[in-house]
């Protein structure tokens, strides 16, 4: 599989302020995810956004999706340093084929 | 939400040897569950497919020689890592998904930690 394209590598902010992160993924989807990871650990699920959707919430979390351009956006308002973790797209391609790709990733930190 | 277990969660071997990684599904049936290898500060890049009562699917540059993979139930699949080597030393995690449905969530075991010394 290859892997998706997230931007920013890492992002420092202090808390209470908004994180967003970039995600590119290369094939058409049937849905695409967003995970948390904190050091060495399982992953979190955080929301799952699908292809005939632009725009999703949940609580603290507000995830976009923009087919034509194969991008998606996570958005952290009013950060906490609870959210301090590595976030990862997933998206599941629409093919016969079902290729899985995870993005590169985003290492969040937020400062006290 | 639906849970897959992962166990262990640290291993320890020596070089050489062969470590056994299970993951199951607790609470829904699986007929094809994923595997993924993490190395340090990287992503989760894609191993295999495994399908039950079949053989495992590989990506491009995983020996399957290497990397056994067995899923013989609905709830259980196992990675063997045989003869290992500090290179394969990185944490893998294992994922499934309830039914057939594409648009349903990926559920992600907790993960194994490898450490070949």
């Known amino acids: 599989s290859q892997q998706g394209e997230e931007d920013p590598q890492a992002l420092s902010i202090q808390e209470g302020e908004n994180a967003t992160m970039n995600c590119s993924y290369k094939t058409s989807i049937n849905n695409l995810q967003w995970y948390r990871q904190n050091s060495g650990r399982g992953l979190v699920h955080l929301i799952l956004?699908?292809?005939?959707?632009r725009e999703k919430h949940s609580g603290r979390l507000r995830v976009t999706l923009d087919t034509s351009k194969k991008s998606s956006s996570l958005l952290i308002t009013a950060s906490r340093a609870a959210d301090t973790a590595s976030y990862f797209c997933f998206s599941i391609s629409s093919g016969s084929a079902r290729q899985l790709t995870f993005g590169s990733g985003t290492q969040l930190t937020v400062l006290p | 939400g639906a849970v897959v277990s992962q166990h262990p969660s640290r291993v320890i071997c020596k070089s050489g040897t062969s470590v056994k990684i299970e993951c199951r599904s607790l609470d829904f049936q699986a007929t094809t569950m994923f595997w993924y290898r993490q190395f340090p500060k990287q992503s989760l890049m894609l191993m295999a497919t495994s399908n039950e009562g079949s053989k495992a699917t590989y990506e491009q540059g995983v020996e399957k020689d290497k990397f056994l993979i067995n899923h013989a139930s609905l709830t259980l699949s196992t990675l063997t890592v045989t003869s290992a080597h500090p290179e394969d030393s990185s944490f893998y995690i294992c994922?499934?998904?309830?039914?057939?449905?594409?648009?349903?969530?990926?559920?992600f075991g907790q993960g194994t930690r490898l450490t070949v010394v």
């Open positions: 956004i699908r292809s005939n959707e």
């Open positions: 994922s499934a998904s309830p039914g057939a449905n594409r648009n349903t969530e990926a559920f």
